[in-house]
């Protein structure tokens, strides 16, 4: 049962302090998302990498926020320094598993970031 | 600014009857709808898509109607089923340079009622 993984599941953290958050895409994805939850935007997308190269993270605050592809299974999402308002849950999303599933993202169970 | 819009935070159906989920875009070069489906502390699953050329795609309970001059889709479910309750996103994609762009709605939390 393939699954796109992500860790910590929760996190809570002071401000000012630095938050990574993993995830594992479905193997075989070649486009990663990364989202972000909330109750006013819903999901906003804050980068997403294709064949591991960053395609566009024009909805990340580029201050703080970085989005890394170190290889084909890992994908990370930095916050340095974090603040209260980036308290959210995060989520990672695969696809392009093949031609007629190319357009579905499969997504993990998120992250839930406390920042206090 | 929402270029997928879903105006309805919240919609309660008794069960077996017939629930209707909107969106509305205003892109209109977007040419894949999707519908996905979240219940709590859990990510969102795909449900249900559709592409620009049709105007109606359906899978078991769930069907999906485009109407692309009003730039609207919806997404009924019949009959509803208490597990049916969630929280609905919708979305649409686009080809832009840099491969697909997808934009999500602020979904709708759906409560079926036994």
């Known amino acids: 049962d393939a699954r796109v993984t992500q860790t910590p599941r929760d996190k809570v953290t002071e401000m000012g302090q630095e938050v990574t958050m993993r995830c594992q895409p479905i193997?075989?994805?070649?486009?990663v998302f990364w989202y972000r939850q909330t109750m006013k935007q819903g999901l906003e997308l804050l980068a997403y990498f294709r064949n591991r190269a960053p395609l566009d993270d024009s909805g990340m605050p580029k201050d703080r926020f970085s989005a890394e592809m170190p290889d084909a299974t890992l994908a990370t999402l930095k916050i340095q320094p974090s603040e209260p308002r980036d308290s959210a849950v995060y989520f990672c999303a695969s696809s392009g598993g093949s031609r007629d599933d190319k357009e579905t993202q499969y997504f993990g169970p998120g992250t839930r970031l406390l920042v206090l | 600014d929402q270029q997928v819009k879903q105006n309805s935070p919240s919609l309660s159906v008794q069960e077996g009857r017939i629930s209707i989920l909107n969106c509305d875009y205003t892109n209109s070069m977007f040419d894949y709808f999707l519908w996905y489906k979240k219940y709590p502390a859990e990510g969102p699953t795909f449900l249900i898509s559709i592409s620009s050329i049709k105007d109606k795609n359906e899978d078991g309970r769930f069907t999906v109607f485009l109407n692309k001059s009003a730039k609207h889709l919806s997404l009924h479910i019949v009959p509803s089923q208490p597990g049916d309750s969630a929280v609905y996103f919708c979305a649409a994609s686009v080809i832009a340079n840099t491969g697909n762009q997808f934009y999500f709605g602020t979904g709708t939390s759906l409560t079926v009622i036994p």
């Open positions: 193997l075989g994805h070649n486009t």
